[in-house]
């Protein structure tokens, strides 16, 4: 049995231990044979050498990201924990991916996980890029910035946010006010966004301007979308015309972000989805790109992972049934057709 004290000096343990303790309590779930005390700016560590230098290993990098002003939220010590010695060292290169712009007040705002940073290089390397995920996982809000980015820069003369007008599962029947007051609820997530990276004033001014603009996919019809950044979210409720209508507005000095979460379609039964149909079409084509963020990139509160997981889960488990289901009603058939009997009294018994 080995011990190691550590001395944090310069930063707040409070960012380094989290909110209750909840990142050292990571830690020390994750190394379970190794006892981890804290006191004031000291830690000890006990247990075997192996563990003893795996978890001073960890410490000793989430203290670096602390000092080097890094992102080191909940999402990224789950990562790191999960990363193996080799490659634990490079783990600030893959969460931080340095600021995409600087928001309201100066505060930096970065790719979170990995696949966030996987998107602002598909991002630079193609105009059109398919950004597809779980609710929670930052498509949006990384597109947001990403877009802010571009503006601040001047590579485009505006940025236009729009997404179909769904109901999501909820009849919300006549809405009052003008079109304005009608389609901003849809809207809401694309200006939240929004209110994170410009003061109101701003904001409120290049809207006004029409420097940002955010509309309904409907408002795109017939324009030439150019000189701009464009992000079209919760793709996964249009249809195939209305994606190829969209798609086809774009000119030729704009780039664009679609962003959806197959898991979770709005549409009328009677209509599909036209973001399968898109991502299996357009995959050939160069400049064209497609970045798929899981589970493991929400940065939402910690039970919103494993909520998608859960469901994930089940879903592959309906469909197994479903597959079983019609492989019995296939087996019940060729068994009828040999005996020469009416195949419906066979699938009666699956």
């Given at each position: 049995m080995s011990e190691v004290i550590l001395t944090i000096d310069g930063i707040d343990p409070l960012e380094l231990f989290g909110e209750g303790n909840a990142?050292?309590?990571?830690?020390?779930?994750?190394?379970?044979d190794v006892q981890i005390t804290s006191r004031g700016n000291q830690i000890k560590l006990k247990g075997d050498k192996k563990g003893l230098d795996a978890v001073k290993s960890k410490l000793e990098i989430m203290v670096k990201m602390i000092q080097d002003k890094l992102d080191l939220s909940i999402q990224v010590v789950e990562d790191l924990l999960l990363t193996d010695y080799a490659q634990e060292n490079k783990i600030s290169q893959h969460v931080s991916g340095g600021v995409i712009v600087y928001g309201k007040n100066g505060a930096p705002i970065k790719a979170k996980t990995k696949n966030q940073k996987l998107l602002v290089d598909c991002s630079?390397?193609?105009d059109i890029v398919f950004a597809i995920g779980p609710a929670g996982t930052g498509k949006t809000y990384t597109a947001v910035a990403l877009a802010m980015r571009a503006l601040k820069s001047k590579v485009v003369k505006k940025i236009i946010l729009t997404r179909p007008a769904v109901e999501a599962g909820e009849?919300?029947?006549?809405l009052p006010g003008d079109m304005k007051e009608k389609v901003d609820p849809y809207l809401r997530p694309l200006y939240d966004a929004l209110d994170d990276m410009l003061p109101a004033e701003k904001l409120n001014f290049f809207i006004t301007n029409r420097v940002i603009e955010v509309a309904p996919l409907a408002f795109?019809?017939?324009r030439t979308l150019d000189h701009a950044f464009i992000i079209l979210d919760?793709?996964?409720?249009?249809?195939t015309t209305?994606?190829?209508m969209f798609l086809t507005r774009i000119g030729?000095?704009?780039k664009a972000i679609i962003t959806g979460d197959l898991s979770q379609i709005?549409?009328?039964?009677?209509?599909?989805?036209?973001l399968r149909k898109a991502l299996d079409i357009l995959k050939p084509i160069d400049g064209i790109g497609q970045l798929f963020l899981t589970a493991d990139d929400v940065v939402r509160h910690r039970l919103v992972k494993e909520i998608i997981k859960s469901y994930d889960l089940a879903d592959e488990a309906d469909e197994a049934e479903k597959l079983r289901i019609r492989e019995a009603k296939d087996t019940a058939r060729e068994a009828a057709k040999d005996q020469n009997i009416p195949s419906e009294n066979l699938i009666k018994q699956v």
């Open positions: 990142k050292l309590n990571l830690v020390k779930k994750s190394y379970p630079e390397a193609n009849h919300l029947g006549f795109m019809r017939g919760e793709a996964q409720n249009c249809t209305q994606l190829k030729p000095s704009a709005d549409l009328p039964g009677y209509q599909k989805s036209g």
